[in-house]
């Protein structure tokens, strides 16, 4: 599986980050890293292409490359408003738009809270076009204890929509 992971705007980046580090090593994933991001990824994830967001000539933009999947988490809502209006102007949402034309899984985690109705309108827009819209949101049956654990099951879940196997949270029994 190809798979493009990329964070976007400041709160929640270690979400992103930590679901790259506990990705599968068969998974060819590519990262589409904000500049803060930067010094944690080559440190720690030696298994990752990296790419630069302004670098829209990237393999990863081209419906060419191949790409299966792409998870953007978080999602601010400027990207997640450029995404729903078509708008291009970084790899980010160069991406996106090549997983839309190309009716590949785009998974979008917004971050911010409470949702305004423009928000909403644009998740709605994009719900209909078949982008998943799964925020961080929490379940208290798997019985998290830390904060780890917390954001483990957060990303188990967003596994299980991308249809990598895990075990990173209590199932429902």
């Known amino acids: 599986m190809k798979l493009v992971v990329a964070t976007s705007g400041a709160s929640g980046v270690n979400l992103g980050l930590k679901s790259l580090k506990l990705l599968p090593k068969e998974v060819d994933a590519h990262f589409i890293m904000s500049k803060n991001s930067q010094t944690v990824l080559a440190k720690e994830m030696h298994h990752v292409t990296t790419h630069k967001n302004e670098d829209i000539s990237a393999s990863i933009a081209s419906g060419s490359f191949g790409v299966d999947a792409m998870l953007i988490a978080p999602c601010s809502m400027n990207t997640?408003?450029?995404?729903?209006?078509?708008?291009?102007?970084?790899?980010?949402?160069?991406?996106?738009?090549?997983m839309i034309k190309e009716q590949k899984k785009l998974i979008l985690a917004p971050r911010e809270m409470p949702f305004s109705a423009i928000a909403l309108e644009n998740m709605q827009k994009l719900s209909a076009l078949g982008i998943i819209i799964a925020p961080p949101v929490m379940a208290y049956y798997s019985e998290q204890q830390t904060l780890d654990e917390m954001e483990n099951f957060i990303i188990g879940k967003w596994f299980d929509l991308l249809g990598i196997e895990n075990n990173l949270y209590k199932r429902w029994e």
């Open 80 to 98: 997640l408003a450029k995404i729903a209006c078509g708008i291009s102007d970084n790899l980010v949402t160069r991406c996106a738009s090549v």
